[in-house]
């Protein structure tokens, strides 16, 4: 199953980010850490997306085009969770602890960011992991990584898809 959504401005791409991070923070620890690979268009949006996704996690630091740094850890603090049972909202604590934000633009081989700890990152489950350019590792993705793709359609029209990488 995938979603398509089309946003036309950047604030509607951060929305659509900051719903997913308040969902994801919703769900229960897996095995392993939970995975988002942003994939397609340069320009597509999916730093904008970031910047929305890791405001729904709480994060209040700036997050930016990361063109020098393949790798930045945020960690998630004291993060409460509402949801609604029976129409009340009930408020508890995420179990996340931890967001990273890597980008692989200027990665050729999956070798290199192996090198960086990446097998340690993805085995703990408090870890919430968001990779951009994400098809440039994609042999060492496990397949319940979540996958979202940008296409740019014009100058502000985005694309937007998300799914499974088992889905393909
Ligand atoms: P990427 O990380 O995919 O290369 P960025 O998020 O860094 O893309 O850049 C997207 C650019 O496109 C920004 O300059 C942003 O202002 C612009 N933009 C225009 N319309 C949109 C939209 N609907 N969604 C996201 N970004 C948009
Ligand atoms: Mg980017």
């Not at 791409?13 to 719903?19: D, N, V």
């Not at 014009?154 to 990488?165: A, D, E, S, V």
Request: proline share 3%.
């Amino acid at each position: 199953m995938r979603a398509k959504y089309l946003t036309t401005t950047p604030l509607q791409t951060k929305k659509l980010g900051e719903i997913l991070a308040k969902e994801v923070l919703k769900t229960k620890l897996k095995k392993r850490a939970l995975i988002i690979g942003l994939e397609g268009d340069l320009g597509g949006g999916k730093t904008t997306f970031l910047q929305g996704f890791a405001k729904g996690l709480g994060i209040k630091e700036k997050i930016l085009s990361p063109t020098f740094i393949i790798m930045k850890k945020f960690s998630i603090i004291n993060y409460q969770v509402s949801t609604k049972v029976e129409k009340k909202k009930i408020f508890f604590d995420s179990q996340f602890s931890n967001f990273y934000h890597i980008d692989c633009y200027r990665i050729s081989r999956p070798k290199e960011i192996l090198g960086l700890g990446f097998k340690e990152i993805i085995s703990n489950p408090k870890n919430i992991i968001t990779i951009e350019w994400a098809d440039r590792i994609d042999k060492i993705l496990p397949a319940e990584t979540i996958i979202i793709n940008f296409e740019l359609i014009n100058q502000k029209t985005r694309k937007i898809t998300i799914g499974f990488k088992n889905d393909s």
